[in-house]
């Protein structure tokens, strides 16, 4: 089915270097995300709670540019997780990517091992994690694919690990527009796996998942920033944002998106925790 790779083929092209100030756009709105899912829970005490012998060993499923870790840090992990070592599995397919994270991480993070894999693909003696989290992560792991990389994230767990994937739902910006612009333009390639499809697939993967959502807003009012952003969502920049204004699913969705002070796009996202059985 060589329709079914070509929206993770996409994400693999856009994260690169050529992609760079695309991905800056990105996170000028996107940098919100990782506000809301590290204020949403006390992820040192996670962190702390499910270390072995002073240590987390973490898996980061792909970690992109780090920026969940980064707004950890940020937000003081290092003090919180006090004497807590926290070793950091770096997992993504594309290398950008994880010189990317491994260049934003310090203290408490360090950097024990890179993966250059797609999560389906991690080979199977690497596991035993602490802790595996994925975070906006697996949006482009194709529908038909997600239920073998959840399967194999869960197995890299060590009994009694802890789990996390923080993940859109139906209802959110990143779901509809990409479901809209395929309508629209016609873009080839899988649609984005939603939320439910990865609790479904926890579910599979024999975990009992909790589910925390959190709704919020982001915007900008500088309209090439937007453009850049909303491009980067579909991993497509060939139809800039006055034709996508204009035309057909793309264009009634972005009417209705509309601010004081520019576009608002509403998120509405899921943090999916779970504990492996002891
Ligand atoms: C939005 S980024 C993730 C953000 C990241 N968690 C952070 O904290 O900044 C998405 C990443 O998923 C990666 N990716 C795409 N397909 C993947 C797959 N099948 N398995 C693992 N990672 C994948 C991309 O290369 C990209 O780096």
Redesign the pocket.
């Known amino acids: 089915m060589p329709q079914q790779v070509s929206t ?1 083929q996409r ?2 092209v856009h ?1 690169a270097e050529d992609g760079r100030a695309e991905m800056e756009s990105f996170y000028a709105l ?1 940098t919100e995300d ?1 506000r809301q899912m590290v204020a949403a829970r006390d992820w040192a005490a996670d962190l702390r709670g499910h270390a072995t012998d002073g240590r987390a060993r973490v898996l ?11 707004e950890l840090m940020r937000r003081g992990l290092a003090e919180a997780v006090g004497d807590t070592r926290v070793e950091i599995d770096l ?4 290398a ?2 994880i010189a990317e ?1 491994r260049s934003v991480l310090g203290p408490p993070f360090t950097v024990h091992a890179e993966h250059e ?4 693909d991690l080979a199977s003696d690497v596991g035993g994690f602490d802790v595996a989290w ?8 194709p529908p038909s ?1 997600i239920g073998a ?1 959840i399967a194999r994230m869960v197995a890299a767990q060590r009994p009694g690990a802890f789990g996390a994937i923080v993940h859109a739902t139906s209802a959110s910006h990143y779901l509809r527009f990409a479901e809209a612009f395929r309508t629209t333009f016609g873009a080839d390639g899988a649609p984005f796996t939603t939320a439910a499809q990865v609790r479904h697939a926890l579910t599979d993967a024999g975990v009992m998942p909790e589910v925390t959502t959190l709704r919020y807003d982001v915007g900008h009012p500088d309209r090439a920033v937007v453009e850049g952003f909303l491009q980067r969502c579909v991993f497509d920049d060939s139809v800039p944002l006055e034709r996508m204004e204009d035309e057909g699913a793309v264009g009634a969705y972005l009417s209705g998106c509309t601010g004081e002070d520019g576009y608002r796009f509403s998120q509405v996202v899921d943090v999916i925790t779970w504990e492996i059985p002891a």
């Open positions: 993770e994400s693999l994260w996107a990782y980061d499923v792909a970690c992109g540019s780090g920026k969940f870790p980064a997992l993504d397919p594309s950008f990517s994270a894999v797609r999560i389906q994925a975070t906006h992560a697996l949006y482009a792991v694919e990389g």
